[in-house]
């Protein structure tokens, strides 16, 4: 008989490791530096640069994986462009890239995509996948201090069984990653609190300056950046590119640290 090559482990064993670890990070997580809604390329980055400071990062994605349009750019055509000087963060990630023209790079999506996200991981940030966004919790004047969340899969229950009461999540900074839909800010506008515009027509090369110069505090608690930004101010879309999407993570991220401080 041959030797074995594996150790010898039951399933009860694998299913008590997964249970049991995360738990433990769950629990731990409940209360959070910062919670970014979101896993695309700007809450990505804003996670890595604000987890690299050594501060507790939890990010929330309602999808089964990361990156959003990060990991097939435009049409499906998993290629991504960044414009100058936004190839910097790909030499900082060790992504390779062409110029294409000048000043216009192109790099292979899923490469790029997961380097990104192994560098957030690297930093420390941990992940709830398959998480959604329900509402946020508010404090005094309004503060946004957590969010609420339910599993994914509930939303496609029958009406009658999705009464699945989600749980609360506490953090110091909450930061709205979450694309055209900009959910963490309509929630806010669902309650009177603010207003937002909607994103309007594709400009490339006035969206990108717009979106990373709009970065910042929307509401006491609540930072938005990428594509939650042209939604929340009515700035131009910026279509299948994705610089600002990364330096306004960065960008997200300095806020972020200012206010932890």
């Not at 207003?195 to 709009?214: H, N, P, Q, R, S």
Request: net charge negative; hydrophobic share 45%.
């Amino acid at each position: 008989m041959k030797e074995k090559i594996f150790s010898m482990v039951s399933e009860k064993d694998v299913t008590r490791a997964i249970v049991a670890e995360f738990a433990k990070q769950f629990s731990e997580y409940v209360e959070s530096d910062c919670i970014i809604v979101g896993a695309g390329p700007s809450g990505l980055m804003a996670g890595k640069e604000i987890a690299s400071k050594g501060y507790k990062v939890l990010i929330v994605e309602r999808n089964n994986y990361l990156g959003g349009g990060f990991w097939i750019g435009g049409y499906l055509m998993n290629k991504i462009t960044v414009r100058h000087p936004a190839q910097k963060v790909l030499e900082e990630l060790g992504v390779p890239f062409e110029e294409f023209s000048k000043r216009l790079y192109v790099a292979d999506g899923p490469h790029a995509c997961s380097k990104l996200i192994a560098a957030a991981c690297d930093a420390g940030v941990k992940f709830a996948n398959m998480t959604t966004f329900d509402d946020v919790v508010l404090r005094e004047e309004n503060r946004v201090a957590g969010i609420v969340v339910n599993w994914t899969p509930v939303e496609a229950l029958p009406r009658q069984i999705t009464c699945v009461d989600p749980v609360a999540l506490e953090a110091k900074v909450i930061i709205d990653a979450t694309g055209h839909d900009a959910m963490v800010v309509k929630k806010l506008e669902e309650r009177g609190t603010i207003k937002t515009v909607g994103f309007g027509a594709m400009w490339v090369e006035k969206a990108e300056d717009l979106i990373v110069e709009y970065t910042g505090e929307v509401h006491p608690g609540l930072i938005v950046c990428g594509m939650a930004v042209s939604t929340t101010y009515g700035l131009p879309r910026m279509g299948p590119t994705f610089g600002a999407m990364l330096l306004s993570g960065k960008q997200a991220a300095q806020v972020a640290l200012e206010k932890l401080k």
